[in-house]
């Protein structure tokens, strides 16, 4: 009962941020997460938001415990800072303590995590091809942004001085607040009807019923050792292919993950801190064990006190300052979970599916928008095809695994910026073939109704969504820019400037197959490629 009353909790707060955020990227592709901590810092409950936040909030909040100390009332910490348990800088997380109003006992913590569409940097959207840190945005270390229940007028005038869209930071930054308050009053609720006491011991009781059920489900995995890696096309400086590597090892009801022979860290952005490969980790044995059990797990997923982890400092999964990491968190993220799942395979193979696209295909825009003369930053990733797997074929044109967010509406969009979206539709037959065939990606055609900055950070164009047990491999994806009649194919990372008329087309990847097709087999499960469809159109 308490599990489901805590993880209400969170849900409730991300249904205050989305519902009170002024971004699109928050209240309409909901590009965040919120969750409640016990008073040590471990996660008691997350909503089911960014699976990418799920080993890294808990880091945040010890970090900001580590530097802080122990949250006073009406204190609110801020930080966004990839080194100190952040994901990357657009990522800003707040952190609260909750007090039960009838005690003032410490209840624990409450925290959400939204990613603003622009936090500074040298190029709109904070997510640029940069070299360092310094060049990405502003970075917060643990910081109080209340202190004693009074805002801190000063933190907040030098974070709007380095942001390119302050107003609608300011909108974001206020829903955030408004999550934390709703999550302190159904903590402070909870504790009203059923004892301050009786929470804190709830809270202790689901992390160990989480840990138990992780420990369970590890045992089923057969014991050995289980090794794969994969590789990112690139990191936008001409360094690639780069290797990332793991060693899975299954003994009991404990595993280890070591991840060395991984690629040393990169000068581009691809770079992924240990909150990362954390988070993905974290992502990928909770997939597999409840799958193993047929039940969920806690959604705070507990300590994982079972599951170790072999971090190689310096690397391309444990990067340390000054690496640049916009990238590590939103493309490195998804070839961790398909190492991950790849190595597993060789444990489970009628459980594990095709690899899914492996990217996020970020696009990050802004200028000034010609219809109002004002500033606008704007951030989106968009869908493509899941990997087949041994229940049947994979979904086509979705997030997968690291990212739960949605697409941007095309009205919303239109609406909110100086695009036009004339194209959006599945790339038929781009996902993989075999018994049951990956999913399709999509293509989405972006028009400019005034000159724009414009960063594309994509993997997968290189390299093809693996498909196992025989299964074919996804079709990469493509980036192109329009202007007339004329079609001119983009890297996968690349910053440009776009004039107004000029389309903007992200092709995305298909899904890997699973299964070898049967010979004279026929019908929806021996699925073969088909000539792509251009899909669904709009006259501009």
Same mark, same amino acid.
């Given at each position: 009962?308490?599990?489901?009353?805590?993880?209400?909790?969170?849900?409730?707060?991300?249904?205050?941020?989305?519902?009170?955020?002024?971004?699109?990227?928050?209240?309409?592709?909901?590009?965040?997460?919120?969750?409640?901590?016990?008073?040590?810092?471990?996660?008691?409950?997350?909503?089911?938001?960014?699976?990418?936040?799920?080993?890294?909030?808990?880091?945040?909040?010890?970090?900001?415990?580590?530097?802080?100390?122990?949250?006073?009332?009406?204190?609110?910490?801020?930080?966004?800072?990839?080194?100190?348990?952040?994901?990357?800088?657009?990522?800003?997380?707040?952190?609260?303590?909750?007090?039960?109003?009838?005690?003032?006992?410490?209840?624990?913590?409450?925290?959400?995590?939204?990613?603003?569409?622009?936090?500074?940097?040298?190029?709109?959207?904070?997510?640029?091809?940069?070299?360092?840190?310094?060049?990405?945005?502003?970075?917060?270390?643990?910081?109080?942004?209340?202190?004693?229940?009074?805002?801190?007028?000063?933190?907040?005038?030098?974070?709007?001085?380095?942001?390119?869209?302050?107003?609608?930071?300011?909108?974001?930054?206020?829903?955030?607040?408004? !999550? &934390?308050?709703? %999550? @302190?009053?159904?903590?402070?609720? =909870?504790?009203? /009807?059923?004892? *301050?006491?009786? +929470?804190?011991? #709830?809270?202790?009781?689901?992390?160990?019923?989480?840990?138990?059920?992780?420990?369970?489900?590890?045992?089923?995995?057969?014991?050995?050792?289980?090794?794969?890696?994969?590789?990112?096309?690139?990191?936008?400086?001409?360094?690639?292919?780069?290797?990332?590597?793991?060693?899975?090892?299954?003994?009991?009801?404990?595993?280890?993950?070591?991840?060395?022979?991984?690629?040393?860290?990169?000068?581009?952005?691809?770079?992924?801190?240990?909150?990362?490969?954390?988070?993905?980790?974290?992502?990928?044995?909770?997939?597999?064990?409840?799958?193993?059990?047929?039940? !969920? &797990?806690?959604? %705070? @997923?507990?300590?994982?006190?079972? =599951?170790?982890? /072999?971090?190689? *400092?310096?690397? +391309?999964?444990? #990067?340390?300052?000054?690496?640049?990491?916009?990238?590590?968190?939103?493309?490195?993220?998804?070839?961790?979970?398909?190492?991950?799942?790849?190595?597993?395979?060789?444990?489970?193979?009628?459980?594990?599916?095709?690899?899914?696209?492996?990217?996020?295909?970020?696009?990050?825009?802004?200028?000034?928008?010609?219809?109002?003369?004002?500033?606008?930053?704007?951030?989106?990733?968009?869908?493509?095809?899941?990997?087949?797997?041994?229940?049947?074929?994979?979904?086509?044109?979705?997030?997968?695994?690291?990212?739960?967010?949605?697409?941007?509406?095309?009205?919303?969009?239109?609406?909110?910026?100086?695009?036009?979206?004339?194209?959006?539709?599945? /790339?038929?037959? *781009?996902?993989?073939?075999?018994?049951?065939?990956?999913?399709?990606?999509?293509?989405?055609?972006?028009?400019?109704?005034?000159?724009?900055?414009?960063?594309?950070?994509?993997?997968?164009?290189?390299?093809?969504?693996?498909?196992?047990?025989?299964?074919?491999?996804?079709?990469?994806?493509?980036?192109?820019?329009?202007?007339?009649?004329?079609?001119?194919?983009?890297?996968?990372?690349?910053?440009?400037?776009?004039?107004?008329?000029?389309?903007?087309?992200?092709?995305?990847?298909?899904?890997?197959?699973?299964?070898?097709?049967?010979?004279?087999?026929?019908?929806?499960?021996?699925?073969?490629?088909?000539?792509?469809?251009?899909?669904?159109?709009?006259?501009?």
């Amino acid at each position: 009962m308490f599990r489901h009353l805590f993880t209400a909790a969170a849900e409730e707060m991300g249904a205050a941020l989305r519902r009170s955020a002024f971004s699109p990227n928050i209240k309409e592709r909901r590009d965040y997460s919120c969750a409640v901590f016990s008073p040590e810092g471990t996660p008691v409950a997350q909503g089911d938001h960014m699976p990418v936040h799920l080993g890294a909030m808990p880091m945040s909040v010890q970090w900001t415990l580590q530097e802080l100390g122990p949250l006073e009332p009406g204190d609110i910490a801020c930080l966004n800072d990839p080194f100190a348990g952040g994901t990357h800088l657009p990522d800003i997380t707040l952190v609260a303590p909750v007090f039960s109003r009838a005690t003032s006992e410490r209840l624990g913590y409450v925290a959400s995590r939204a990613h603003h569409s622009d936090v500074g940097g040298s190029a709109p959207g904070s997510m640029p091809l940069a070299r360092e840190i310094y060049q990405e945005g502003l970075r917060i270390p643990p910081s109080l942004l209340h202190r004693k229940g009074e805002p801190d007028e000063t933190f907040m005038r030098l974070l709007l001085a380095n942001v390119r869209t302050p107003d609608e930071r300011t909108g974001d930054l206020a829903a955030q607040l408004a !999550s &934390l308050h709703t %999550g @302190g009053l159904r903590l402070q609720e =909870l504790a009203e /009807r059923r004892g *301050s006491q009786m +929470v804190l011991k #709830a809270m202790e009781a689901v992390v160990s019923y989480g840990e138990r059920l992780l420990r369970a489900g590890i045992e089923r995995i057969p014991d050995g050792r289980f090794t794969a890696s994969d590789v990112l096309d690139d990191d936008g400086f001409g360094s690639g292919p780069v290797e990332i590597r793991a060693c899975i090892e299954v003994k009991g009801d404990g595993m280890e993950v070591d991840f060395a022979g991984s690629a040393s860290q990169v000068p581009g952005g691809v770079n992924a801190v240990a909150a990362i490969t954390t988070s993905a980790t974290r992502y990928v044995v909770r997939c597999v064990v409840e799958e193993l059990l047929g039940m !969920s &797990l806690p959604a %705070g @997923g507990g300590a994982m006190e079972a =599951l170790h982890l /072999r971090l190689p *400092s310096g690397s +391309v999964v444990a #990067a340390v300052p000054p690496a640049a990491v916009a990238a590590g968190n939103v493309e490195t993220s998804q070839r961790i979970t398909d190492v991950l799942f790849q190595a597993l395979a060789q444990a489970l193979p009628d459980r594990i599916p095709a690899l899914s696209q492996g990217t996020m295909n970020n696009l990050a825009v802004g200028g000034e928008d010609p219809r109002t003369g004002t500033p606008f930053t704007y951030y989106e990733t968009a869908g493509g095809g899941m990997g087949g797997g041994p229940r049947g074929e994979g979904l086509s044109g979705v997030h997968s695994h690291m990212t739960n967010s949605l697409n941007t509406p095309i009205e919303a969009l239109e609406h909110a910026y100086p695009m036009r979206v004339v194209r959006y539709g599945l /790339r038929r037959g *781009s996902g993989g073939s075999g018994r049951h065939g990956g999913g399709d990606g999509l293509r989405r055609d972006l028009l400019f109704l005034g000159p724009a900055e414009v960063t594309l950070l994509t993997e997968r164009r290189v390299t093809r969504p693996r498909g196992l047990q025989g299964g074919g491999e996804g079709s990469p994806g493509e980036n192109v820019i329009i202007s007339g009649s004329e079609e001119r194919k983009l890297p996968g990372k690349v910053q440009l400037r776009v004039q107004s008329g000029e389309v903007l087309s992200i092709r995305t990847p298909g899904g890997g197959g699973w299964g070898r097709v049967e010979a004279g087999a026929t019908g929806e499960g021996a699925r073969e490629p088909h000539p792509e469809s251009h899909g669904e159109t709009r006259d501009p």
